[in-house]
């Protein structure tokens, strides 16, 4: 079964990670963006609904910006379809561990549970890193 990976964010928040994971990782073409919201006349549930129907045989993955968000929500309403999974809290870092083994993964669960942990540990505050090494260095 085919794969495909869609961002989807209020504003361009999609488009413009996509455009860096492609500066990063290559032009994947298992991967779209959604923008929402650029127009008054977006209309997010028939952008979902014809996005879900176009990749119904696919395993699909969204990734969202915002846990909670009206973008989120209303691809929750097709959480109960199969090979369907959906991911809030969009960032680069996850988004390149994904990519880059999306289409050989033999399960996609395991591959976004481990993409999600390794991501976890590349967010850090610097400041207090940095200061604690400059510490070290000094004595």
Do not use: W
Request: aromatic share 8%; charged share 25%; net charge negative.
């Amino acid at each position: 079964m085919e794969r495909k990976l869609v961002l989807a964010s209020h504003g361009k928040l999609a488009s413009g990670i996509n455009s860096s994971l492609e500066l990063i990782c290559g032009n994947q073409l298992a991967i779209e963006a959604l923008d929402c919201y650029l127009t008054e006349s977006f209309d997010l549930e028939k952008e979902v609904k014809e996005l879900m129907k176009r990749y119904r045989e696919y395993e699909l993955v969204v990734v969202t910006d915002i846990f909670g968000g009206s973008v989120n929500n209303e691809f929750l309403a097709h959480i109960d379809r199969s090979n369907f999974y959906l991911v809030a809290g969009m960032n680069l870092p996850f988004l390149v561990e994904l990519s880059m083994q999306l289409q050989q993964a033999e399960s996609l669960p395991k591959l976004i549970e481990m993409s999600l942990e390794t991501s976890k540990q590349s967010i850090q505050f610097c400041n207090p890193l940095i200061s604690g090494e400059l510490e070290e260095e000094e004595f």
